[in-house]
């Protein structure tokens, strides 16, 4: 097809503009209905692509695809065949980019934000399993990014032939062999615990920047699908939860029984991962140092941990308290060492246990610096942004409270706003006088 050719008519009753993208089979046009005036985006590809059937099933799903209502599918306005046999689907045009291009820009996302576009695809994908739907080929490319990390999903009936970009078709097989299922490989019966193997693919490159079974060769990767065992996720990113490991190779499992059985048990199982607390050793040690140092109890003995300062290090020694040095002084030598520390886990560590402690003046800089070096979209960072307003706020800085307890209620899960709004009102009442900053 020669899209040069093609910007300036009208096709199916709309009017290509300009090209958006193109594949080995397609190409994309900016669009617009001449008669409503109404912007879309125009898909167009062969219909000699695929088996003798491809347009009859082409043509079905789109209208099936037509009828999907959910905020996070792209809508589809019509499909159909034009005159010189090349057949077209017009979509809604979403302003953004695709998955694909956002990891290629920035790279692995954090777990939080992962979840968050992968969560709104996995509704999309489990609402068309209901209607008898089954996409068979989501993939980065195919998943729209809009502001805010509004994430919808496209292409539903479009299938695409081998080509070096990755996109195959062997017999009955449709999809793109890094997110394929070996039921698809084989050419056996596909359903909705396809889509969740090829969402939980995506899943894994989000968090590591690589597809979970890349290989030099397409006939490698289809060979990978079919026996070699699901990558280890934290071999690739170590800081990412223990108990999401298990949830990826459940997910990537090679019998469709053995897989979580919808899109949403998947995204469940891995946010429910993603808010385990993952406590090693030398991050617990220093909790437990500040607790007890908090109580008033072995200041001097506690000082005797040693090395707690900055990430994979090796040990070194610390200065500590002359002997008979006061417990003010014992704390502030702590303080100052764990203080040094980059890792935001252990400095939000610190906070919590001051806070717990009432030591609201020592939880303060562990606070303030757990927020600056903690990853953004972690769970971490939004721990240590409502530790800091709750901080400030018993501190009685009610007006300087409220920035970080208002960017805590934005950024941390819903069921943890019950605990953020109270303390928001009660910063504003502070602010105006009508209460005490002082918790009852």
Request: proline residues 5%; positive net charge.
């Amino acid at each position: 097809m020669n899209s040069d050719r093609r910007t300036g008519t009208e096709l199916g009753g709309y009017r290509l503009g300009e090209s958006l993208g193109r594949g080995g089979t397609s190409v994309v046009y900016r669009a617009e209905h001449v008669r409503l005036g109404r912007p879309a985006a125009l898909k167009l590809l062969s219909a000699g692509v695929g088996e003798a059937d491809f347009r009859e099933r082409f043509l079905r799903e789109s209208q099936l695809a037509a009828a999907l209502d959910h905020p996070s599918i792209v809508p589809v306005y019509d499909a159909g065949e034009a005159d010189d046999g090349l057949l077209y689907i017009a979509m809604a045009c979403i302003d953004g980019s695709d998955l694909k291009a956002l990891l290629a820009s920035e790279g692995k996302l954090p777990i939080r934000r992962a979840l968050r576009i992968v969560g709104q695809i996995a509704s999309a994908l489990d609402a068309a399993h209901a209607r008898g739907l089954v996409h068979r080929d989501v993939k980065p490319a195919n998943i729209l990014v809009a502001e805010g990390d509004r994430a919808y999903l496209s292409d539903f009936g479009v299938a695409k032939e081998l080509a070096s970009n990755g996109t195959t078709r062997t017999g009955s097989f449709v999809g793109t062999i890094d997110y394929c299922a070996p039921e698809q490989i084989e050419g056996r019966a596909v359903d909705g615990r396809t889509d969740v193997y090829a969402l939980a693919c995506v899943l894994y490159e989000c968090l590591t920047d690589a597809a979970p079974f890349g290989r030099p060769s397409e006939v490698a990767v289809l060979n990978a699908h079919l026996h070699a065992p699901p990558p280890k996720l934290r071999r690739s990113v170590p800081e990412l939860p223990p108990a999401l490991e298990s949830v990826i190779e459940k997910a990537l499992s090679k019998s469709p029984l053995d897989r979580y059985q919808t899109c949403g048990e998947l995204v469940a199982a891995a946010r429910a991962a993603a808010a385990e607390r993952r406590v090693d050793r030398s991050r617990l040690a220093v909790s437990l140092t500040l607790l007890v140092l908090a109580t008033g109890v072995g200041a001097a003995a506690a000082l005797g941990v040693r090395a707690l300062v900055a990430d994979n290090k090796a040990p070194r020694a610390v200065t500590t308290p002359r002997p008979g040095a006061s417990q003010t002084e014992a704390r502030a030598t702590l303080d100052q060492l764990l203080l040094q520390s980059e890792d935001g886990r252990t400095l939000n560590d610190a906070a919590f246990a001051l806070i717990k402690a009432h030591a609201y003046e020592r939880a303060l800089p562990f606070a303030r610096k757990a927020v600056q070096t903690a990853p953004k979209g972690s769970l971490t960072r939004g721990y240590a942004t409502f530790n800091l307003g709750y901080t400030l706020l018993e501190l009685g800085r009610c007006k300087e409270s409220l920035a970080p307890l208002q960017l805590a209620l934005q950024i941390e899960a819903k069921p943890l706003h019950k605990y953020i709004r109270p303390e928001i009102t009660r910063a504003r009442s502070c602010v105006r006088g009508g209460a005490s900053a002082q918790a009852p």
